[in-house]
């Protein structure tokens, strides 16, 4: 890994030692390995601790490295290309759709999600939560949004909650009908409960995904897909009349 | 906007003070208002700066604050819809698309995109410079990089560097057969050159969008555009046979 001593150059000296310091990612350690701590990293490259600290949360940012509770700093594999725009629409739910039905409850939706839905702060929607797992690996955690007009065929009765509730709206779901979705990316940071999920801590920047589905009446569904932005790369799928199945690397600087 | 003491809450801090902080930008300032300094804020919630700088950079990453050079901490306004997925296909730089050409230079291509475009490191390619401005403020510049074998028609002398040179690769590029493109998007920390440009701090969180031209011999052009993450929502036209006009509120949570 080297012993540069970055004393006397004069960019930033944080900026330098990242791109020194994602050499030596690259050269001398594997995937997954646990980087020595800050004390001995800035020893080694003879830099301040918060230099350091600015370089390392670069290389977060960029998907170089992970910060996992309990393990410290480790080498991250490439980030994975998660499919988000999807060129069929289909409604949430559909088998094979990569998500997994978590729960379902009645509750006010935020605020930005009521006005998309024309609906006031205080009126009830159902709740549907959902993950998605990629290779083993918890990638995100959705929260549905669905009027009760959207699914007029719910009973209460059947499955009052769980997993089988948020099957049954998604199963209602799919008898509405459907004239397009469209989606917006956007940064945010993880809320607590969704960071517990995702196995990352409160805080962390995330790919907020937003998805508005219409139907006859308007904005039928709202969902809200919060993305780890450590290990995902959103793809969105080829437009055109071509076929493409390798992954596109992940970085490109 | 209040003097509430934290000390006594259970959940961490900085967590809490970025809720009420959050509320407090709501009701008691105006979009583009200079938050009070660090010190003045902290002593105001009785807080540590430590504190109060994780729930500031929290609200940055929501969106909700920025930071700018020479000015301080600012309340954001809402972010802006950029649209970065079309539905038709067609090269960058067809008229209307909203990039400005900005230069054209002849380099190798990093090693990433060398990959993509099947090149070896040492190829040259055309990098095209774009930045794209929306309400008069810069919100992305693009890395075009257009192997030779692209724009055959591209002839060297009449116009070499700057703008004029970046359009007439452009124009070239317009004559070759495009059958299809796609996207992906990830977190990113903005390079030095594109943190100017983008009048933002070196490091900060970025969205890099990275577009696949396909042509009839594979690749034919890959583009990266550093969009900023504070001000932009990227959007994703909708899919279907509907026609959304409305904007899509920011923040859905």
């Known amino acids: ?16 030692l990242k791109t020194v310091l994602s050499e030596a990612l690259d050269q001398d350690f594997a995937v997954g390995e646990v980087l ?11 830099v ?37 725009g999807t060129a069929r629409h289909s409604w949430p739910g559909e088998a094979g759709d990569g998500w997994q039905p978590v729960d379902a409850t009645e509750a006010p939706a935020p605020t930005a999600v009521a ?13 549907v939560r959902r993950t998605r797992v990629t290779h083993g690996q918890p990638v995100a955690a959705e929260l549905l949004y669905v009027p009760g007009t959207s699914v007029p065929g719910l009973s209460g009765i059947d499955a009052p909650a ?7 709206v998604l199963r209602e779901l799919q008898r509405a009908e459907l004239l397009g979705q469209d989606r917006a990316v956007e940064l945010g940071s993880a809320r607590a409960d ?5 196995d990352r801590l409160p805080g962390a920047p995330v790919l907020l995904v937003t998805t508005r589905y219409f139907g006859p009446e308007g904005t039928a569904a709202v969902s809200v897909a919060t993305y780890r932005a450590d290990t995902c790369r959103l793809t969105f799928g080829a437009s055109g009349d071509v076929e493409i199945h ?7 600087s």
Do not use: C
């Open 1 to 16: 890994m080297g012993t540069t001593q970055l004393e006397s150059v004069p960019e930033p000296k944080y900026w330098h």
């Open 36 to 46: 020595p701590n800050e004390r001995e990293l800035a020893a080694r490259f003879g």
């Open 48 to 84: 301040a601790r918060a230099t350091l600290r600015q370089a390392l949360e670069q290389l977060e940012l960029e998907g170089r490295l992970q910060r996992r509770r309990g393990v410290g700093t480790t080498v991250a594999p490439p980030r994975v290309g998660v499919d988000v």
């Open 115 to 127: 006005r998309i839905l024309g609906l006031t702060a205080s009126d009830q929607v159902h709740v």
């Open 162 to 168: 769980g997993p089988a509730r948020a099957r049954a």
């Open 194 to 198: 969704d960071a517990k999920e995702l």
């Open 246 to 252: 390798e992954d596109a690397p992940a970085r490109a």
